[in-house]
């Protein structure tokens, strides 16, 4: 746990590993709650020490710290959260354009041997041949939607979200959820990884 207070060393750094840290519960909520924790052993440490009840403005220093850490800590998790969107957005971008070339690459090569039968005289069998792929491939891309659409329902009732909830609604529910279901309080790894693999899911295909 203690490796947690990396984070300070990094965000000093401005190095992209402290998003890691915050985005790890664990590790956030240790964070979070170090300042208060630290406030109470410097308090019982002056009650012993010198028999006498802590200054306010001890108290408020240590107030004003740990507002300023979980705001930090905060902030740091919200934009670990949108790089990674960002990132899965590029990489299915990516994946998108790279589907978009090849299916025009085929259609491309599909006219060509079109043009090709005409001229030796087999039209009507090139033809054929073309509408047949053609709806081939509309029949699987509608199949696909038809599947995407089915588990995004499925992720969506597990997440307990509304139609047409946004980026803060999902992060809201899953670290909700991710409380209950955690197996360090109490959850089962079953239900936390099925929890991890519909959030994922939605994330991807946002």
Sequence with gaps: MFSSLKFY??????DSRKYKIAMNTDYFNFLAFLPFLLMILSCIFVIVVTSSIPSLKLIITWLIIFVGNLFLIIYTDEQGYLIKENSQLIKERSYLIKENRELESTIKTLKAKIREDYKRKNYEKSSYDYYNNYYNFKNYYNNREQNLDKNMIN???????????????????????????HPDVGGTE????????????IVNNM
């Design 190 to 201: 079953e239900n936390f990884k099925r929890l991890n693999k519909a959030y994922q899911y």
């Design 9 to 14: 060393y990094y965000a000093i750094r401005n």
């Design 155 to 181: 992720a969506m009732k597990l997440l307990g979200l509304q139609e047409n909830f946004t980026t803060k609604d999902l992060k809201t529910a899953y670290r909700k959820l991710a409380r209950i279901h």
